[in-house]
């Protein structure tokens, strides 16, 4: 951590210095421009229009208006990112060397709910789209609408579950139908912004390593013509692994190729699926990994990889790197990967750090400028790259105590009854938390068992926890010592992540989702409480509250200069903070992730609030902040 925080002084140094690094160029797409005054006429303020350009196919590479062109594109999410921040990401892809950016495009980020779109603040993709053209940027737009990503059920919207029959990646007409109209309103958004149309979309993108899956073409060809039906009218390709190009393959469109760095190899499998000839795109690069809960934080040199960027550039192919900039997964929009059988289910953590050139704050790291380098040989020395942006500041703030506490059981909303347990997908919630309650006779030990806990629950009996289930493990049972009379039993449910990849796509309920038994006996007579937390719980008042479970504790801090920091969670167990109303997502003592990042954008000088739901320590008052990450510290569940 120490030659992070050196190589970071470094920078700012050299920028002070204005130091610019290698010269390299390209062709950028033309910002809008803004008309000049004529004299003896009113200045009009309605900017000009942009340029159109056309985006083809060569025989060996992509041409631009006419021209040969190469991309060299870095990935970066929009939800991923603070708003304020998009601008500062985009110049720093510009710094690298990328002339383009890629993106996905989320469908439960923009229809949470049937009918109800999305497109504001942080999900406005059309604006950052126009970001990216104002920063001189081309985009590679990706709306699947399956997206895999690390991201909560590979995008689709929870309420798809909801449609009996549906099946998500066919052509069910239930599936294909709700596909369509999100289509449409995606379209609404985008489709305006492609190159044809005087915007920076070069190239947007048809399902998503569908050859993992299936090998269905007339589903692909009906994704094409949805596609088209939506006003994607300029250039359509798809996207597999290596292993996987002729099965996910369209015929007539783009093969690009995913998990390689090897000219060889993507010359002959693009050339073997698209009539002998190019040109050659390399849409997910891997630099690094994803990380889970449980496991350690995946780190790859840059010299491992620098060598495969060389030769791609080299050999005149184009390539997106996946990630650029990985960010943050905030709230409870993670995934989660599971392969069936022995294999344990693997909740993704918050960050989304993926080891990137640019650290999860945005800041640049040794890999950026290693990868820098390496692109530098390929673009030309008569337009030069901007000098590398000093890393940010970053700061310690005071420790806050939150004195001011609630437990979540005095926090309930209205139940719905039902005499068996009811999923999230029954109760139209999308993510968050369910508390199960019932009551049960007491009296001695007895075993309770629930079938199935997707994906983590707190067992309470009276108020009081008495143990937990985490589906990573496989547990479903408890040993309770249960007081005469009878007995209140609580159970507080939380959805860890829909998978995002693979044939367990279909089996993504939430919740209890079978049924719960006591020494044998199955129990009814349910309420269910909804806690799905979609926005920032009310700050607790109480001094202090009664001892037990979960817990609510808030705080107000100061802050004299709004600066990036990090809480340090390591004295805490289990659950998710919001400041000034953002949810910045998940922490467990288990790591590997130990803080979570607070971005300076979404900090006030004056006042600030903080909320934090604690699972498992109750009682802990005190929250510390730290000026780093701490990314790869792993605990034993039981010391929690």
């Not at 059920?153 to 109209?181: C, D, H, I, M, T």
């Not at 997910?284 to 620098?306: I, L, M, N, Q, R």
């Not at 390539?319 to 929009?333: E, K, L, P, V």
Request: aromatic share 10%; charged share 20%; hydrophobic share 40%.
């Amino acid at each position: 951590m120490q030659n992070k925080q050196s190589f970071h002084r470094l920078l700012r140094l050299l920028a002070a210095a204005g130091f610019a690094g290698s010269l390299v160029g390209f062709a950028a797409p033309a910002p809008v421009a803004k008309p000049k005054p004529t004299p003896g006429r009113p200045t009009s303020t309605k900017p000009a229009p942009a340029p159109l350009h056309t985006f083809a196919l060569g025989p060996e590479q992509f041409l631009l208006d006419g021209k040969p062109f190469q991309m060299i594109s870095g990935e970066l999410h929009y939800p991923r990112i603070p708003r304020e921040a998009w601008r500062a990401r985009l110049k720093m892809a510009k710094a690298m060397g990328l002339n383009t950016v890629g993106t996905y495009v989320f469908w439960n980020a923009h229809e949470p709910q049937p009918g109800q779109y999305d497109f504001s603040g942080n999900h406005d993709v059309a604006a950052f789209v126009k970001m990216a053209q104002e920063e001189g940027l081309w985009v590679v737009l990706r709306p699947s609408p399956y997206v895999c990503a690390e991201w909560e059920f590979g995008g689709y919207p929870y309420w798809l579950q909801n449609v009996p029959g549906l099946k998500v990646r066919s052509q069910e007409p239930q599936y294909v139908a709700a596909y369509g109209r999100y289509l449409q309103a995606v379209g609404k958004q985008l489709a305006p912004l492609q190159v044809n149309h005087g915007g920076p979309v070069l190239m947007v993108q048809v399902e998503n390593e569908y050859g993992s899956y299936g090998s269905d073409k007339d589903y692909l060809a009906l994704n094409k013509k949805l596609f088209e039906q939506a006003g994607f009218d300029g250039l359509l390709y798809t996207c597999d692994p290596v292993n996987d190009v002729a099965r996910g393959h369209l015929p007539g469109l783009l093969p690009a190729v995913n998990g390689t760095d090897k000219p060889s190899q993507i010359r002959q499998l693009v050339r073997a699926n698209h009539g002998g000839k190019g040109p050659y795109f390399v849409a997910e690069w891997y630099p690094a990994w994803f990380d889970w809960w449980g496991e350690p934080h995946h780190t790859v040199p840059a010299s491992k990889y620098t060598p495969g960027l060389d030769s791609v550039l080299n050999a005149g192919m184009s390539i997106n790197m996946y990630m650029f900039h990985g960010g943050s997964t905030r709230g409870f929009m993670n995934g989660a990967n599971y392969k069936g059988g022995t294999t344990n289910y693997e909740p993704q953590i918050s960050s989304y750090d993926y080891d990137a050139p640019l650290d999860e704050a945005g800041n640049a790291t040794p890999k950026f400028l290693a990868f820098r380098q390496v692109i530098a040989k390929y673009r030309p020395a008569n337009q030069p790259l901007p000098a590398v942006p000093a890393a940010k500041p970053s700061a310690a703030l005071p420790a806050v105590q939150l004195t001011r506490a609630t437990r979540l059981v005095d926090q309930l909303p209205k139940p719905v009854a039902s005499a068996k347990p009811l999923t999230f997908e029954a109760l139209k919630q999308a993510y968050g938390f369910v508390l199960y309650r019932t009551t049960v006779p007491g009296g001695g030990t007895k075993t309770l068992k629930v079938q199935d806990v997707r994906d983590y629950a707190v067992v309470l009996v009276n108020g009081q926890r008495v143990g937990t289930l985490d589906r990573r493990l496989k547990q479903d049972s408890l040993r309770l010592t249960l007081p005469a009379g009878q007995v209140q039993l609580d159970i507080l449910v939380e959805n860890m992540g829909r998978i995002n990849y693979g044939e367990y796509l279909h089996q993504n309920t939430k919740g209890i989702t079978k049924s719960v038994a006591l020494d044998g006996r199955e129990l009814s007579n349910w309420r269910m409480y909804g806690l799905p937390f979609d926005q920032a719980p009310a700050a607790a008042k109480a001094a202090a509250p009664g001892a037990g479970g979960p817990v609510l504790r808030s705080a107000t801090f100061t802050v004299s200069t709004p600066t990036d920091t990090y809480l340090d969670l390591r004295a805490w167990g289990k659950g998710s903070v919001w400041v000034n109303g953002h949810n910045l997502g998940r922490y467990w003592g288990i790591g590997p992730q130990q803080t979570l990042y607070v971005p300076a954008e979404w900090l006030k000088k004056g006042a600030n609030d903080i909320t934090v739901l604690e699972l498992l320590k109750p009682q802990q008052t005190a929250l510390t902040f730290l000026d780093h990450p701490i990314l790869n510290e792993l605990r034993d569940p039981a010391s929690l």
